[in-house]
């Protein structure tokens, strides 16, 4: 059974940092890629970010591009994103993806970026 387990949000001012963890299991972590979504308020959920399995390509959206960072580890089965230069326009949910045999989720956790 696919388990993706987000964590790492919180409340941040403008132009602060945050790194968020996704824990995965339940399949070959190694051999997947992993994105990052967002979902704000009243807005459909959109791609931050993906890694390809061994972590060699990465993929951004425009505007997140130089601000954010995604990795992963194979050894601990997770991927992060580590997120710099925070905007308000970044508060949202953030949901850990995976496509296996379907498209998996986790539960999501909330950034605000907020003074």
């Known amino acids: 059974q696919v388990q993706l387990v987000e964590s790492g949000g919180g409340l941040v001012q403008p132009g602060g940092s945050l790194r968020l963890s996704c824990a995965a299991s339940g399949f070959l972590f190694s051999t997947y890629a992993m994105s990052w979504y967002r979902q704000a308020p009243g807005k459909e959920r959109e791609l931050v970010a993906s890694?390809?399995?061994?972590?060699?390509?990465?993929n951004y959206a425009d505007s997140v591009s130089g601000r954010f960072t995604i990795s992963r580890d194979n050894a601990k089965n997770t991927v992060f994103l580590q997120m710099n230069s925070l905007e308000a326009e970044d508060t949202a949910t953030y949901f850990c993806?995976?496509?296996?045999?379907?498209?998996?989720w986790g539960q999501g956790t909330q950034v605000i970026v907020s003074s």
């Open positions: 993806n995976v496509r296996t045999f379907g498209s998996h």
């Open positions: 890694i390809s399995s061994g972590g060699g390509r990465t």
